[in-house]
């Protein structure tokens, strides 16, 4: 079973508080470049890999989805999406994603923001997500850059210039990475892109579009604190589709 920190209290009342938690998805600097990679929602079925608050189910509503599943593990976020409104074409359930089961040929898009890299076995999820698209489905997802991931000690150096690098080490020494973010001992699974992307391939996915995301020079404008984030990559968006002559 995945590790559930989202329903620890000092976690959730931190993560409650990230622009992404308050705003919605127009509080996700990357969210403008994971929309231009999603098809067309009118009329879809939609399953939200990492639900939390809902945002984004209630945004694929909003745009025409015939019926959206979000799925979390923790109960605290999903109490939180119940609470943002009822609508009887969205339904919220608990999932551990990595015991995760779903019915076959069943979704046009399958769509998980920043929680794959909770989950240990991408592999058994991968397949698990390609079976349960219609052929020609899509699968979008965004997850943590594995070069933000990989170091022992995440975060920045700093030398005497005041020039911010972000050192990495045992890039290529894949497996759980555990770090404090709002708690102690968050476990993250690192995997290279090269493992993700031929994990996907194996899965009989088509790669359709791999971006390695970077704030645009109005988002920076916009908000100065993100320049930052063109010294390393921090988030891999990925889109890859079920072919239509698969069975």
């Not at 999820?125 to 594995?146: C, D, M, N, R, Y």
Request: glycine residues 8%; proline residues 6%.
């Amino acid at each position: 079973m995945a590790q559930n920190i989202y329903d620890r209290p000092e976690f959730f009342e931190g993560y409650s508080r990230l622009g992404r938690s308050v705003e919605g998805l127009d509080g996700a600097p990357e969210w403008p470049a994971l929309r231009a990679m999603l098809p067309d929602a009118e009329g879809s079925s939609i399953v939200d890999l990492g639900c939390g608050f809902g945002w984004f189910c209630r945004w694929a509503r909003a745009h025409g989805a015939k019926d959206v599943l979000g799925l979390d593990l923790s109960e605290k976020m999903l109490a939180q999406a119940r609470a943002a409104g009822a609508d009887d074409a969205i339904t919220y359930r608990r999932a551990d994603l990595d015991e995760l089961s779903l019915p076959k040929a069943r979704f046009n898009l399958v769509y998980s923001s920043l929680a794959l890299h909770y989950v240990g076995d991408a592999a058994r999820l991968f397949a698990t997500v390609h079976q349960a698209l219609v052929p020609g489905g899509a699968f979008v997802f965004s997850t943590e850059h594995p070069v933000y991931m990989a170091p022992t000690n995440p975060g920045w150096s700093v030398d005497a210039a005041g020039r911010k690098t972000w050192p990495v080490d045992r890039y290529l020494v894949e497996g759980p990475r555990t770090t404090d973010w709002f708690t102690k001992g968050v476990v993250k699974h690192h995997r290279t892109i090269g493992t993700t992307l031929n994990l996907l391939i194996q899965a009989g996915f088509a790669i359709g579009h791999v971006e390695e995301f970077r704030p645009t020079d109005a988002q920076i404008a916009a908000r100065p604190e993100l320049a930052e984030e063109l010294e390393r990559p921090m988030f891999l968006l990925v889109r890859a589709g079920r072919p239509m002559n698969s069975y």
